[in-house]
């Protein structure tokens, strides 16, 4: 944090003084204030100057979301790709010379309506680094770089008059983050925002989730509740907090009052990881009338419980719920009872309590966080117009906007947290109406009306978009569209992101199945309350279509959307994600057509094509459907349909068709020898190709992959397979399509049934001249759209059943 700035640097620092010090809103400004002229000369000057290597790791940061997003839209050949690519900035002759900087400086406008998937910075100042390319090159990747940086204070807690911040420009946000009283920045909304405090038990912190805490329960009331909560329900047991004792009590259900006027009912849920040996601090049989009667020592509490109670306290509340201590750990029939509840404890909770950035009980989660890295202003000598700013500024470098706080199914600012490895934690993360969350660097906000962030972050949800993580996957939740709309063509790009039929509670098993669990039997019981939560909200009370929606819930499936959940394949591993490799269960957990029955990260491919906004899109037709729902059976436990599993069974009537010849794949993609175009984007998992008799007598092949890696003794039985097509997609060209299947690859277990082992995702080919091992190519259909409906396979459909 010392100043160890460039002479160049200390002069834009007298320019950023003086304009600040003019505190209102204003419009992007360049400013006009000698700084380095060349990348490589910031590059040079970065050794040494703290403010220009900031300014130079921003535009490496906005360098890497520029190649990512060419990547993904498919802006190159994958196969071949720039030999400039991952090259440091630096290093890249059209940014090291040949591109103008120009800096300017602006308050954003204040509090405006997001886009899903964006935060909304407010009436803050920013200073941005722009590296612009003048010579165009013949590469698209080489776009110009930005750096954006801040204005803040430290926090300071010594002001008078306690917390300082005041970063908004609309009287609505005033109400969260109020102007220092008497400033310039009152009146006009004009502001400096504060960094989020090293200490989450400060002043400024704990007034900050206070203020979200009324602003939420004031103004939200529309929005913020959860459907069919019972008057006054609170858990079985609760932590009762008694200010200044040094001890809680557990209070059982019928010993606090609660009436229609009472507040007793506003309980707090805790999020947290248990640790890896378990948690320290349980009730049992024999604890549980110790815990009630004679209360618990605070001081004998593991250290996350301690934060918990100090917080509670500290926001002025009284009960609290923390599943060890509230449930009977050595009683299963009062774990299953309560188990059963958990959905609507975190449902109900008045807030919940997200121990994020704490990956055991022992460790607590308000201990000193880092201080953010901020670049430290030197004073400039007081003037009348600087007077009235009797502070240190300083620079903060933002995150690129793709990986800061974001909604839906963007990166999450929770992500890499210890609290969001664990399976079980998942659902409490979207089952709260409004949360509290402690991250390594600061405290987070978000209910369903509003995301925020301690330093200064704020953003009100579209009316559109409210409802928090339950309402988004109630909203895809047996939605009107799908990917299965055939007939209607369409252009892909146009269409809202991710608006699909059960888009969302598939994705959310992607980020689900990447979690650790520790006991693979609770693979379906984790999130069974997220998915009775989606009943419930989608029900809204009618009985009948709540019976129904449960009545849809096949082992993590959901029957209308059946094809696309049946579709699962491993998760191909990305630049952060190892390459993860499923993992058969030893005990049963779920029917094999169900991703539970695998451990390890799935992915559902059939989104995909929706989400790549590369070229081909646009012409791209839907998906067919090849297999229909004929009939299924699943076998709780318990009586929970939402719980684990003993058995189930799936009967569809899908083309099958038994596998004469299995390869590995080739490396080389296959292209066609009749149809001139790009053929599709390779499945990234697939590394089998599978050969197959059709109805007409050919040799076809396709690719595929199993599941899960086969023992030696299975291995040479690999023939013994089928496959079964559950849909297709005719990627059309310009005078024909490639035909694109997708399917699962079956055993047959006994005369009844077949099991899951393995998936299909490719076109179809043929082998083609003499040497076919090598030579896979894609057969290509000269017909028009009109004619995709033609299968050359000669489907005959036939009734199977999976279990
Ligand atoms: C509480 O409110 C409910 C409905 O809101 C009502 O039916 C009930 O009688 C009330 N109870 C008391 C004790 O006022
Ligand atoms: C969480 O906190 C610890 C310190 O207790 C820190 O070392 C760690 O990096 C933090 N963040 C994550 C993502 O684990
Ligand atoms: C799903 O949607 C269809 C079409 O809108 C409707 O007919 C059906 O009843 C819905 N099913 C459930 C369980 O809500
Ligand atoms: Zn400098
Ligand atoms: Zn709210």
């Known amino acids: 944090m010392n100043a160890n700035l460039c002479t160049l640097c200390l002069g834009l620092s007298a320019v950023v003084y003086s304009t600040v010090s003019n505190d209102e809103c204003r419009e992007v400004e360049s400013v006009d204030s000698p700084w380095h002229t060349t990348l490589g000369a910031v590059h040079q000057s970065s050794l040494t100057c703290r403010l220009c ?37 630096y290093e890249i002759p059209v940014y090291r010379y040949g591109a103008r900087i120009k800096i300017s400086i602006y308050s954003e406008p204040g509090l405006t309506w997001v886009d899903g998937g964006k935060k909304n910075q407010m009436g803050e100042w920013h200073l941005v680094f722009a590296c612009n ?126 009436d229609n006027n009472s507040e007793n009912d506003h309980y707090v849920a805790l999020s947290h990881c248990w640790g890896v040996r378990g948690t320290p601090f349980t009730t049992t049989r024999k604890t549980l009338p110790i815990h009630v009667n004679e209360g618990i020592d605070i001081s004998e509490l593991p250290q996350t419980f301690r934060d918990a109670l100090i917080l509670v306290a500290g926001l002025g509340l009284q009960y609290l719920w923390i599943d060890s201590l509230c449930i009977l750990q050595d009683d299963f029939e009062d774990w299953a009872n309560e188990a059963a509840q958990m959905a609507d404890i975190y449902r109900h909770a008045y807030l919940v309590i997200n121990a994020a950035n704490s990956s055991g009980d022992t460790l607590g989660f308000l201990g000193e966080r880092e201080a953010p890295d901020v670049v430290r202003l030197p004073a400039v000598p007081s003037s009348s117009t600087t007077s009235h700013l ?93 990917v299965f709309a055939r007939g209607e063509y369409r252009e892909a790009h146009t269409e809202p992101d991710g608006m699909y039929n059960w888009f969302h509670w598939y994705q959310m098993v992607q980020d689900y199945t990447a979690r650790d669990i520790s006991k693979p039997t609770d693979r379906l019981p984790a999130i069974a309350g997220l998915a009775r939560a989606i009943v419930r909200e989608k029900g809204r009370g009618d009985a009948k279509l709540e019976w129904e929606m449960e009545n849809e819930y096949m082992a993590g499936l959901w029957k209308s959307g059946l094809l696309e959940g049946l579709f699962w394949c491993k998760a191909a591993g990305g630049d952060s994600q190892k390459q ?47 297999a229909e729902y004929v009939s299924h059976t699943v076998e709780s436990i318990a ?87 559950l849909f297709r997609l005719p990627f059309t060209l310009d005078h024909g399509f490639f035909d694109q299947r997708f399917g699962l690859l079956l055993k047959r277990l006994d005369d009844r049934c077949f099991k899951r082992v393995g998936f299909i995702d490719g076109v179809l080919l043929k082998e083609a001249g003499p040497y076919f091992f090598k030579r896979l190519k894609i057969v290509g259909y000269h017909q028009d759209m009109s004619f995709v409906s033609v299968d050359s396979l000669g489907l005959e459909k036939q009734e199977v059943t999976i279990c």
């Open 390 to 482: 009797d502070l240190n500024l300083c620079l903060q470098l933002l995150p690129h906007a793709n990986q800061w706080f974001s909604l839906g199914e963007g990166p999450d600012h929770l992500r890499k947290e210890p609290l969001s490895t664990r399976a079980w934690c998942l659902q409490e993360r979207y089952l709260p109406v409004r949360a509290l969350q402690y991250g390594t660097r600061q405290t987070f906000w978000e209910c369903q009306s509003m995301r925020a962030s301690e330093d200064g972050y704020l953003c009100v949800l579209r009316p559109e978009e409210q409802g928090g993580h339950v309402q988004r996957l109630v909203r895809t939740a047996n939605f009107s569209r799908s």
């Open 53 to 89: 290597s900031l300014v130079m790791e921003g535009w490496s940061q906005s360098r890497a979301v520029q190649v990512e997003q060419a990547s993904l839209q498919a802006d190159f050949n994958i196969e071949n790709p720039p030999p400039d690519l991952h090259l440091p900035v």
């Open 133 to 258: 390319v003048e010579i165009l090159s013949s590469f698209e990747v080489h776009d110009s770089l930005e750096a954006f940086l801040r204005v803040v204070r430290e926090c300071d807690e010594d002001v008078a008059g306690g917390i300082r911040r005041n970063a908004i420009c609309t009287p609505d946000a005033l109400q969260i983050f109020p102007a220092a009283p008497g400033t310039k920045a009152e009146e006009y909304g004009g502001s400096i925002a504060s960094v989020a405090s090293s200490n989450p038990l400060s002043t400024q912190s704990i007034t900050i989730a206070k203020r979200w805490l009324e602003h939420c329960v004031r103004e939200h009331a529309e929005t913020c509740h959860a459907s069919g909560k019972p008057v006054g329900w609170i858990p079985t047991r609760l932590l009762e907090i008694i200010p200044g004792s040094t001890k809680t009590y557990l209070r059982e259900r019928g010993s606090i009052e609660v």
């Open 639 to 725: 009586q929970d349909p939402f719980g684990g599993l003993a058995g189930g069974g799936l009967t569809v009537k899908a083309p099958l068709f038994s596998v004469r010849k299995v390869r590995s794949r080739q490396d080389r993609p296959p292209q066609s020898e009749t149809l001139f175009g790009e053929p599709p984007r390779r499945s990234g998992v697939a590394d089998k190709v599978y050969q197959l008799q059709d109805g007409k007598n050919n040799h076809i092949w396709v690719e595929g992959g199993m599941d899960t890696a086969l023992t030696d003794d299975q291995e040479g039985k690999e023939t013994e397979l089928a496959v079964l097509f």
């Open 580 to 626: 993860q490799q499923l993992i058969p269960t030893e005990e049963y957990v779920a029917p094999s057509w169900s991703w539970a029955s695998v451990l390890g990260a799935v992915h559902f491919p059939v989104y995909d094509w929706y989400r790549r906004s590369a070229r081909w899109k646009a012409k791209m037709a839907d998906f067919e459907p090849l």
